[in-house]
């Protein structure tokens, strides 16, 4: 189905199951144990053995020797696989280090051997006889050093790498209100609670891998590329998935290794990252060193704005796009951005959850707060003041649908904004100062092609079939909610399969696209099956109606099980996009505001109150959908207020590499999180008329939580975390 004209009135819209509360179709499983993870399938995998990785010691240098010899003769040790046993090995287009080290190493815990053995235990006991000897070649492991002279990189290929509209330099100088900042992001792991695990098993030259992933296909076709074999004998399978924010996008080491070392053994691997891996063997969120700069006048009228970002990555990899949210946000007739990526030894820097807007609103949205306090204006109406309903590079281009100010105006509201005192540091509640915050949310929406296979039974259940996966979002209610809305059956009775390559290809899980994309594809394959129903039938597909189990067309009505009682009706399609989102801005908004108390003897800061009000389309599953949306709150917190790798800079790894040490948010941590959507359908996004939230609900939560901050003692910090120890002594004296 091509989706290149805005969507008419269609079956979606009845929203009897679609729109609709509903609890969660995978909830029995994954709370009584029933949901089978990557590292747990017993009844496909009787007598697996256990593989335990070996990560480098070193950030960059050589392997001069690896002895092995104590670790093959250790109890119950099967093979030991290290990049000389390997063979050739290619890169997957979405890998951007190698995934086996040796003999050159790119990053510390870089991969270099699997020790497989008959046990858990005993495999990590033979890692530990690995003697390794390395010569260490000097890397580049401090961002600050190095961020304002590395070169200029666009976000996009084919790109400029700045982005200009009129004359930011000459606007920025005649601006009577002046604001110029900088502001830092440290390094964020993605500290998912299943690791990086995979079972891989061999049937002749055919593999079977399951594997924790969010994107089937992708990591099919790399894993096809990276070890050379034909796309075709893979069959990956990842049908429940316990957490991703991006880090399980792309194919990672536990996958490349489990299958090595199921060939070297001649049986079943089991692989999983060990925790202090996670951090350094995969991907994490790069640290940024921002600068933004307004100009306005003292109305409030934006003139000139300019964000420019720095963030580091291997070679070959690429910036943390911080600034792209900001050629859209905002009015502002002279506007400049530009992103700058240096090269440093640290491990791989790629995708969390909101990739670039995360960090960047966590400057932004502080900046505008700083600028309209120097107008002294309120923050709302500052903001207010410069919504465009247009792309300010192409006027002509309008936003599908904009509805950030009444995002604010309604939080406002709400939250009881009116109460806010605008002088710092004037609220009190015994020892804790009191202050509020607000910052704007914003995420673009992303269009991809997503296919489905959906078919009839002859009970009258529906089966859908499709790659997508569920990283603990919502995915199989959706899709069900979906099928069951337009094939006119509750949701009970419909199937939902995920996450095998032997479904059709589907957009994933990642990005905030998955949802409106995956039931898209849906949608398109119940719309063939409805087709075919129709001419099995002799009805009038124009005249076609599915309700309560019967179709319906002419005056005439059949039940789904007469209609497939000759035998079972299948449909396959795919949804794929036109030039909308080319003609159309097509966006999601929001406002975040955040109440926090500061203790004035001790610095600790604590939440009182968080609400989200969102504008994303048609919002499919109330229930799942405020459920992403308080998780992406809670990470906005930790990125405000804990979250950070802690860079070693002089051996080149993230010291901090495990729950322990790199805190995240508890529950005693957050306190009541109030979420509303507001009423929008999308008619130039999808024929769901639906965009994604989950990312939305994290983009802008820290820029709120250090404005309420601010205005709870008077202190602006402007490096995260927002830790005690940068605000302590110069807050308001005791008595």
Not at 137 to 159: I, M, N, R
Not at 178 to 198: G, I, N, V, W
Not at 232 to 248: A, N, R, W
């Amino acid at each position: 189905m091509k989706f290149d004209t805005p969507a008419t009135t269609n079956p979606i819209d009845r929203m009897t199951v679609v729109g609709r509360a509903h609890s969660r179709i995978d909830g029995p499983l994954k709370t009584t144990g029933g949901a089978a993870y990557a590292y747990e399938h017993p009844a496909e995998v009787a007598d697996p053995a256990y593989g335990y990785v070996v990560g480098a010691g070193i950030a960059k240098g050589r392997i001069r020797s690896m002895n092995l010899d104590e670790a093959k003769a250790a109890p119950g040790v099967i093979a030991i696989v290290t990049a000389a046993d390997a063979g050739k090995m290619g890169k997957g287009k979405f890998n951007t280090a190698k995934l086996i080290g040796g003999p050159d190493i790119d990053h510390y815990h870089q991969a270099i051997a699997l020790v497989v053995a008959e046990t858990f235990e005993q495999a990590r006991a033979a890692a530990g006889l690995i003697r390794v000897d390395y010569t260490r070649s000097k890397g580049q492991f401090d961002l600050a050093a190095v961020a304002d002279t590395a070169p200029l990189k666009g976000g996009e290929p084919g790109k400029p790498p700045e982005y200009r509209v009129g004359d930011f330099e000459q606007a920025f100088a005649a601006a009577p209100v002046k604001l110029d900042q900088r502001y830092t992001t440290p390094d964020h792991t993605h500290a998912m609670m299943e690791p990086f695990a995979s079972i891989a098993a061999w049937n002749g030259d055919a593999l079977t891998l399951w594997t924790s992933n969010q994107m089937v296909d992708w990591t099919r076709t790399d894993l096809a590329t990276t070890l050379g074999i034909p796309k075709d004998k893979i069959t990956l399978l990842s049908p429940y998935v316990g957490g991703g924010f991006g880090g399980k996008l792309f194919l990672r080491s536990d996958a490349v290794l489990a299958v090595l070392g199921a060939r070297a053994a001649k049986r079943a691997v089991k692989v999983a990252l060990q925790r202090p891996l996670m951090a350094n063997n995969t991907t994490h969120r790069p640290a940024t060193r921002q600068r933004i700069r307004i100009g306005a006048t003292p109305d409030g009228t934006i003139t000139a704005i300019a964000h420019e970002s720095s963030s580091g990555d291997l070679p070959n990899g690429g910036p943390e796009a911080a600034v792209l949210q900001t050629q859209l946000l905002y009015a502002g007739a002279n506007r400049l951005t530009a992103m700058r990526l240096a090269v440093l030894d640290l491990p791989e820097g790629n995708a969390m959850r909101a990739p670039g807007e995360a960090p960047g609103l966590m400057a932004l949205e502080v900046a505008m707060d700083e600028m309209a306090e120097t107008l002294k204006m309120d923050p709302i109406a500052f903001r207010v003041k410069n919504d465009t309903q247009v792309d300010p590079k192409t006027p002509t281009r309008r936003f599908s649908q904009r509805q950030l100010v009444r995002c604010l105006e309604e939080g406002a509201q709400r939250f009881g904004w009116s109460r806010r005192n605008a002088t710092p540091a004037q609220v009190r509640d015994g020892r804790w100062l009191v202050g509020m915050g607000v910052a704007s949310a914003f995420r673009n929406h992303m269009n991809m092609t997503s296919g489905a296979r959906v078919r009839l039974g002859r009970d009258g259940v529906v089966t859908v079939e499709t790659d997508m996966t569920d990283i603990g979002t919502g995915s199989y209610t959706i899709i069900a909610q979906t099928a069951a809305e337009m094939m006119g059956v509750p949701v009970d009775s419909v199937v939902v399969k995920l996450g095998s390559s032997a479904f059709p290809v589907s957009a994933g899980s990642g990005g905030q696209f998955g949802a409106a994309n995956a039931t898209a594809g849906v949608y398109a394959a119940c719309v063939k099956l409805r087709q075919a129903l129709a001419t099995r039938l002799g009805y009038d597909p124009a005249d076609l109606a599915l309700a309560d189990g019967k179709i319906t067309s002419g005056g005439r009505s059949t039940s789904l099980e007469q209609a497939a009682a000759a035998g079972d009706l299948s449909a396959e399609d795919k949804i794929e996009f036109g030039d909308l989102d080319k003609t159309w801005q097509l966006s999601t908004f929001g406002a975040h505001f955040v109440e926090v108390g500061v203790d004035v003897y001790t610095g600790a800061t604590r939440l009182r109150r968080m609400l989200a009000v969102c504008a994303a389309g048609r919002i499919i599953n109330p229930t799942s959908a405020r459920s992403q949306v308080i998780g992406a709150m809670t990470m906005g917190v930790g990125s405000a207020l804990m979250e950070e790798l802690a860079v070693d800079k002089r051996f080149g790894l993230f010291i901090n590499h495990d729950l322990a040490s790199y805190e995240v948010p508890v529950h005693a941590d957050i306190p009541h999180q109030e979420v509303v959507f507001l009423d929008e359908v999308d008619d130039k996004a999808n024929p769901m008329k639906a965009k994604g939230v989950g990312e939305l609900g994290l983009c802008g939560v820290g820029a709120a939580v250090a404005n309420a901050m601010y205005n709870a003692t008077g202190v602006r910090l402007r490096d995260y975390p927002l830790t005690l120890d940068k605000h302590f002594e110069r807050l308001p004296a005791v008595a």
